[in-house]
C-alpha cells in the first residue's frame, strides 16, 4: 500500500517561512493536498492539487510538489498557525485515499 | 452556507451495529464524491470509505471491509455509513467529507468537513 511520511514535529519562530514535507514514492506524480486540524477541531483544507489555495486560506500557504517529496510552505508563521498538518494524495492504484502521519507545527 | 452535519453515534459494545449519517446542505450534494474519515483519540486522519455519485464506484480502507457500508442518499441529501461488528480499534471521532466532481475529482481534496461524530466501542 502507498505511505506517506511526515516529520512528527516543526518548530518555527513566529515570523519566519515553516516548511512540512511529505515523503512518498513518486509523489510528484500525484496531486497532494494538506490540511490544518486545530485541537478539537475538524480539519480544513488549506492546500490542494499541489499548490492550489481554496477560498479564504492566506496567501501565506503554498505548496510544491516533485519528485518523491510534497512541501507545505507557511511563510511568516503566526501563532494562530499552531496546529497539526497532514498531506494527502489519492493513490489511484489501491482507490484509496491515503493520509500522512501528521506533523504538529509550533511556533516558538 | 455549505454544511456537513454528522449524527449517530455513540457507546457500543464490540460485535454491535451502529449507522452513521451526515446530512449536507448548500451544495449540489448529488455531484460530489463523498467520504468517511475517522480519527482514534490522539490519532492522526485514516480515510475509512469513499462513494462516488451514482454509487458505481465505492472503496473501502482493508480494515473495514465486509464489516462497514457506506451509502448515499441523493434525494435527501444525505451520506451514510453501516458499521457492523464493530470493534475496539473502531474507537474514533468519524468525519463526513465532501470530496470533488468532475474527470478529476481527487485534484480536490476534501473540501468540506462535518463537526464529526465520536463513536466508542467498549465492554
Redesign the interface.
Known amino acids: ?1 502507498y505511505v506517506l511520511a511526515q516529520p512528527p514535529s516543526v518548530s518555527v519562530a513566529p515570523g519566519k517561512t515553516a516548511k512540512i514535507t511529505c515523503g512518498g514514492d513518486n509523489i510528484g506524480s500525484k ?1 497532494a ?1 494538506w ?1 490544518q ?1 486545530k485541537p478539537g477541531q ?4 488549506v492546500v ?2 499541489d499548490n492550489d489555495r ?1 477560498s479564504g486560506i492566506p496567501e501565506r500557504f503554498s505548496g510544491s510538489n516533485s519528485g518523491n517529496t510534497a512541501t507545505l510552505t507557511i511563510s511568516r508563521v503566526e501563532a494562530g498557525d499552531e496546529a ?1 498538518y ?1 498531506c ?1 494524495v ?1 493513490d ?1 492504484r489501491s ?8 506533523t504538529k507545527l509550533t511556533a516558538l | 452556507e455549505v454544511q456537513l452535519v454528522e449524527s449517530g453515534g455513540g457507546l457500543v459494545q464490540p460485535g454491535e451495529s451502529l449507522r452513521l449519517s451526515c446530512a449536507a446542505t448548500g451544495f449540489p450534494f448529488y455531484t460530489y464524491w463523498m ?1 468517511w ?1 475517522r480519527q482514534a483519540p490522539g490519532k ?4 475509512v470509505a ?1 462513494i462516488n455519485q451514482d454509487r458505481s ?1 465505492i ?1 473501502y ?2 480494515s473495514v471491509k465486509g464489516r462497514f457500508t457506506i451509502s448515499r442518499d441523493n434525494a435527501g441529501a444525505s451520506l451514510y455509513l453501516q458499521m457492523n461488528n464493530l470493534r475496539a480499534e473502531d474507537t474514533a471521532v468519524y ?1 463526513c467529507a465532501r470530496c470533488g466532481r468532475g474527470g ?1 475529482w ?6 468540506v ?4 461524530t465520536t463513536v466508542t466501542v467498549s465492554s
Open positions: 500500500s496531486s493536498h490540511y486540524q475538524a480539519p480544513v483544507l490542494h492539487n481554496p497539526d497532514y494527502q489519492w489511484s482507490h484509496h485515499w491515503v493520509f500522512g502521519g501528521g | 467520504a474519515v492522526g486522519l485514516e480515510w469513499s464506484e472503496y480502507v482493508d468525519y478529476v481527487y485534484y480536490y481534496g476534501m473540501s468537513w462535518g463537526q464529526g
